[in-house]
């Protein structure tokens, strides 16, 4: 059973729209991180937040924003979307860096 | 070239067969390794969490790490068409990262 939510899981959206895709954890944990995962590619990491107040950007260049004012809320927000955001979109908690990742099931983001 | 290097299949046993799967690395600072089996539609769900080097069981499956070759391998012995899935390998570095690599997922396929 995922102890990690994500809402929605699938979201079909026209050009220019604001989105906001919602993770929540009820593991306490302080790491959270979003993914955006495409058929046959690695996972690349948009965003993480180390603790409440603090996150960072990833490794993959992003035009979507997070927030964390609470341990376990990690929302994920677009302001314009685009075609090119068309993927999968994964959220996952860690206790701690290099311990296991959990991952939500994910939210399935079509842009048309 | 990638830092992670998994064969992306589609592999296909018959039910009962003992299935390899292997990830390469180039990166010698990895000291954590994971497997992940991910079904259609879902999140990633961890199967195994390794540290360093040497083997580790859990049930039918058994992780194996060497990092001498740069090599880590996940067996499932008794395969289950259950088991068809894409299995994802990720690894990080030893000293407090937020980076996980990830392969690309190897897809399987288990034959009744």
């Known amino acids: 059973e995922a102890d990690i939510y994500q809402t929605p899981r699938y979201l079909v959206i026209g050009t220019g729209k604001k989105i906001t895709l919602e993770c929540s954890q009820t593991?306490?944990?302080?790491?959270m991180y979003w993914y955006q995962q495409d058929p046959g590619m690695e996972l690349h990491l948009i965003h993480y937040?180390?603790?409440?107040?603090?996150?960072e950007k990833g490794d993959l260049s992003s035009e979507s924003t997070v927030s964390r004012i609470r341990t376990e809320h990690f929302p994920l927000t677009l302001e314009s979307a685009r075609p090119s955001h068309t993927s999968q979109y994964l959220c996952?908690?860690?206790?701690?860096?290099?311990?296991?990742?959990?991952f939500g099931n994910g939210t399935r983001l079509t842009v048309t | 070239q990638k830092e992670v290097e998994q064969d992306p299949g589609p592999l296909s046993v018959p039910e009962g067969a003992i299935v390899s799967l292997n990830c390469t690395y180039s990166?010698?600072?990895?000291?954590?390794f994971m497997w992940y089996r991910q079904y259609s539609r879902k999140g990633p769900e961890l199967l195994m969490y390794?540290?360093?080097?040497g083997n580790k069981e859990d049930g039918r499956f058994t992780a194996q790490v060497d990092k001498s070759s740069k090599y880590i391998s996940l067996f499932i012995r008794d395969s289950q068409p259950s088991d068809s899935a894409t299995y994802l390998c990720?690894?990080?570095?030893?000293?407090?990262?937020?980076?996980?690599?990830f392969g690309t997922g190897t897809r399987l396929k288990v034959l009744a």
């Open positions: 593991m306490g944990h302080d790491k």
């Open positions: 937040s180390y603790g409440v107040n603090s996150t």
């Open positions: 996952a908690s860690s206790y701690a860096y290099n311990s296991p990742l959990h």
């Open positions: 390794t540290y360093s080097s």
């Open positions: 990720a690894m990080s570095a030893s000293s407090g990262t937020y980076k996980y690599i």
């Open positions: 990166n010698s600072a990895f000291q954590y």
